[in-house]
C-alpha cells in the first residue's frame, strides 16, 4: 500500500471538508469540473498577463512558459484539492501491482 504519511505532514485520511468527498459519480464530476475550470483559469489569465506586461517577442517562448505555468497551476490546484477534499487520491496504486481490467 502507498503510505503517503511519509510524504506530507498532514493526516491524508481526513480532508478539511470530509463531508463533501468523490465518493459518487456526481461529486467526483463536479470535483473534476472545479479542477478543470481553476485549472483553465489560471492559465488564461497567465498567458493575458505575459502578452500584455513582457517584451518577449518569440511566440514559441510564449507557448512554452504558458504551458509549463499551466502544468504548474495544475499539479498546485490539485494538491490544494487533496488536501481540502481528498481529491485524487482513489487515482493511486501500489507498486508492483498488476493493471485490472476496467468494468464499464
Known amino acids: 500500500m502507498l503510505d503517503l ?10 480532508p478539511v471538508f470530509s463531508n ?3 465518493n459518487t459519480v456526481g461529486k467526483a464530476f463536479f470535483l473534476n469540473a472545479l479542477a478543470t475550470a481553476l485549472i483553465a ?6 498567458r493575458f498577463l505575459i502578452e500584455e506586461n513582457s ?7 510564449c507557448i512554452f512558459i504558458t504551458l ?7 499539479l498546485l490546484i490539485f494538491g490544494i484539492l487533496f ?4 481529491f485524487g487520491g482513489g487515482m493511486m496504486v ?3 501491482s498488476a493493471p485490472v481490467k476496467a468494468k464499464i
Open 68 to 74: 509549463f505555468s499551466g502544468f504548474a497551476a495544475a
Open 20 to 22: 463533501f468527498r468523490a
Open 83 to 86: 488536501v481540502l477534499f481528498n
Open 41 to 46: 483559469w489560471v492559465t488564461v489569465e497567465i
Open 5 to 14: 504519511d511519509k510524504y506530507v505532514p498532514w493526516d491524508t485520511d481526513k
Open 55 to 61: 517584451q518577449i517577442e518569440n511566440e514559441a517562448l
Open 94 to 96: 501500489e507498486d508492483g
